[in-house]
């Protein structure tokens, strides 16, 4: 069992930046790859970033290259999502996800390899 806690999130004008923090507990962190996911209203839920075991490897979707950043800390046990050049449509709730069973190999961008949830964090960007 993991059990992943999202904060950071927050009201930011365009262009601003927010760190989302997830904390997680359970299973050996290092052990397995982590995940951002967001989800607009009335939009289904689509991949952020991904981060692998080691955080070594990381994997964005197109629209956050160059502006986000994932990375992990394993002596805290704990992923972030440092988020830059924030724009309207990067409203979202925003989701951490880890797959503490492998299926996704290294990292994934598909949500079904990901096991466990948090609860989310709210971003909104608007001026």
């Known amino acids: 069992q993991v059990t992943l806690v999202e904060s950071g999130g927050g009201l930011v004008h365009p262009g601003g930046s927010l760190r989302l923090s997830c904390a997680a507990s359970?299973?050996?962190?290092?052990?397995?790859?982590m995940g951002w996911f967001r989800q607009a209203p009335g939009k289904e839920r689509e991949f952020v970033a991904a981060?692998?075991?080691?955080?070594?490897?990381?994997y964005y979707t197109d629209s956050v290259k160059g502006r986000f950043t994932i990375s992990r800390d394993n002596a805290k046990n704990t992923v972030y999502l440092q988020m830059n050049s924030l724009k309207p449509e990067d409203t979202a709730v925003y989701y951490c996800a880890a797959d503490a069973l492998g299926k996704g190999g290294a990292y994934s961008s598909r949500g079904r390899d990901y096991d466990y949830w948090g609860q989310g964090t709210q971003v909104t960007v608007s001026s």
């Open positions: 981060i692998s075991r080691t955080g070594i490897i990381t």
């Open positions: 359970g299973r050996t962190f290092s052990n397995y790859a």
